[in-house]
């Protein structure tokens, strides 16, 4: 990450966002998957880091079978705004990332917090047939199978 950034302008500095994904061991010496993300960085005039804001969301309860990977998002290019960077080949490749609707986000939200279709339905005055065809378009564009690998996608790629 720190690579990167010396490499990016003070302008291109101010869009980015960083999530580092990697394993670490719980106090059972147990390996888990954890997620660090940088949704905010604050810099000075000549382009230094000052401080920034970090959250770190432990992953174990999804299956990931991956590699250690860094992946930068640039806000300003709204087109396509997600990078990918893998960390033992420090290459960047752009990824397409779908897009997702504003009712499709609220179906997310509801998937992520535990919610079942008949419960997402009631709670957003929609039909069950209308949830299940939102999901349905939703695992389409990110190509996943189910929910849980779906809820795994966003995670990973900041969507939410």
């Not at 960083?18 to 954890?34: A, E, G, P």
């Not at 990824?95 to 419960?119: A, F, Q, S, W, Y």
């Amino acid at each position: 990450m720190v690579e990167y950034l010396e490499q990016a302008t003070i302008e291109e500095k101010k869009h980015l966002k960083f999530s580092i994904y990697c394993r670490m061991q719980d106090r059972n010496k147990t390996l888990r998957w954890v997620v660090f993300q940088f949704p905010k960085i604050i810099y000075d005039d000549s382009g230094k880091s000052l401080c920034g804001l970090v959250c770190i969301t432990d992953l174990g309860a999804f299956e990931i079978v991956n590699q250690p990977r860094m992946t930068i998002m640039n806000t300003k290019n709204k087109k396509n705004p997600y990078y990918l960077a893998v960390v033992d080949q420090k290459k960047i490749e752009s990824l397409d990332i779908p897009h997702i609707t504003k009712r499709e986000r609220e179906i997310l939200v509801c998937i992520i917090n535990g919610l079942k279709t008949p419960e997402i339905a009631q709670k957003l005055f929609i039909s069950y047939h209308t949830v299940e065809n939102h999901k349905r378009n939703l695992r389409s564009k990110t190509k996943c199978k189910t929910s849980g690998e779906l809820v795994n996608y966003v995670l990973q790629n900041q969507l939410m």
